[in-house]
């Protein structure tokens, strides 16, 4: 193994013999549960919590004969674009060393990118596939909500969360999401669409006649370098028949600000279990609750988590919901509705999947609100639910810079088959 710090734990669990996935090897995130194999969340909270279940997407890929060789380091309950804020220290960027791998997901993503895995599973709430994907120079695939079950996944916010692949090359990606899409029963949100499709065929490098749309406003804070590393991969699927043009998505400009109140009001909801009673370090059973229970969350949270519970409670409290979260949740609508209108133009959109090269470690951590800022790119695919994926670009001074690819409701295959074009 790497020494990149990428598993929290390391377990070797076989799956079945035969399969698409026999002889491969996959790295799962740390919040997805795995039955009798820690499952920890990159939080002291759950330090020592053992599933008594395997996470549906864990059961697809183990009978599928992937073999797990660990759980991915993450950023701590999948707060985080860097993977700093993990209770069990950071994890650096095998393709990048001394930078950052990315987040929540940068585990899964450095696993990949070191060669200790071949393939892997994350999850993306706000770019937490695309992102480390991106970062690391490797391929990551957030699915539409609701092609891939979110059972056994430790829930941060249920609105906006999907499971998905990472991988180093788009053929390898799109074979693992074959492998967990589908409906599940567990899964009220999940959907059949999978059941005629064929992800993996559709890495077929044909671009011809495609419409791609650059979406402009995604553009304009990116790093001048990032933007001429994108657009050289776009001159290259216009010179494989690719039609590039510009589009302009007014909405965009406070996408970043209406996830972070809904991201963080579902957070804040969804950690309220996390009392000290059934899971994390044990508070003072015979004094007042109340103080017992903000001990218990004061010792197991970290900064960036106690954070985002606040402002998430913070949104949702008497005299303020109207204010904020009734607000992002109509930016919402109005996001989803650019992006319709956006797909009656054009097949495919696209833009840098960060606008910036991955940070050295430990330079963002005092800046929260500008780490909040880096999700500019990406957040906007979860608020409308739709499928995107990031695939290496190039590089900047050897730091890896990505492209993604946003497809309409289900359009995986499409954004698959661009995908493939610009790795070969």
């Known amino acids: 193994m790497s020494d990149h710090n990428v598993f929290v734990t390391e377990s070797t669990v076989a799956g079945d013999d035969a399969g698409p996935l026999a002889d491969r090897t996959i790295a799962i995130k740390d919040n997805m549960s795995t039955e009798g194999v820690r499952t920890t969340c990159g939080s002291a909270m759950l330090a020592d919590y053992v599933p008594p279940y395997n996470a549906t997407v864990v059961d697809r890929v183990l009978d599928a004969g992937a073999t797990i060789v660990g759980k991915a380091n993450m950023d701590e309950f999948a707060m985080g674009g860097t993977t700093e804020t993990s209770a069990f220290g950071p994890t650096e960027n095998p393709a990048a060393p001394g ?68 991988a180093t090359t788009v053929e390898d990606a799109a074979l693992l999401l074959d492998v967990i899409a589908g409906p599940d029963d567990h899964d009220a949100t999940t959907h059949d669409r999978a059941a005629d499709s064929e992800y993996a065929a559709a890495a077929d490098g044909d671009v011809d006649g495609l419409s791609i749309g650059v979406i402009t406003d995604l553009i304009e804070g990116a790093d001048d370098d990032v933007v001429e590393t994108f657009e050289a991969s776009l001159d290259e699927l216009e ?61 197991g949270f970290g900064p960036e988590v106690k954070r985002r519970i606040l402002l998430g409670t913070y949104a949702l ?46 330079e963002s951590l005092d800046d929260p609100l500008q780490l909040y800022l880096m999700d500019a790119n990406t957040v906007p695919v979860n608020l409308a639910n739709l499928p995107a994926i990031s695939v290496p670009a190039g590089d900047v001074d050897g730091l890896p810079v990505g492209l993604q690819l946003i497809g309409p409701k289900f359009g995986e295959e499409t954004i698959i088959r661009a995908a493939s074009a610009v790795e070969e």
């Open 99 to 166: 930078h950052v791998p990315g987040g929540s997901s940068g585990g899964s993503a450095a696993a990949v990118a070191a060669g200790d895995a071949d393939l892997a599973l994350g999850s993306d709430t706000g770019g937490s596939v695309r992102n480390p994907a991106a970062f690391c120079g490797v391929v990551g695939i957030k699915p539409t909500y609701g092609l891939v079950s979110r059972y056994g996944i430790v829930a941060y916010a249920n609105s906006l969360e999907q499971v998905g692949p990472l």
């Open 317 to 362: 409290s008497a005299g303020y919901h109207d204010k904020y979260y009734k607000k992002a949740q109509d930016a919402r609508a109005w996001v989803k509705q650019d992006f319709d209108e956006a797909f009656e133009e054009v097949d495919v959109l696209a833009s840098p999947t960060m606008p910036v090269t991955p940070p050295a470690l430990g």
């Open 239 to 299: 010179s494989q028949g690719a039609e590039i043009t510009e589009v302009s998505l007014d909405s965009l400009e406070h996408a970043v600000q209406a996830y972070y109140v809904i991201a963080m009001s579902e957070a804040s909801s969804n950690l309220a279990r996390f009392d000290g009673v059934r899971y994390g370090p044990e508070g003072d059973r015979e004094g007042n609750w109340n103080d017992s229970f903000a001990a218990v969350r004061e010792e």
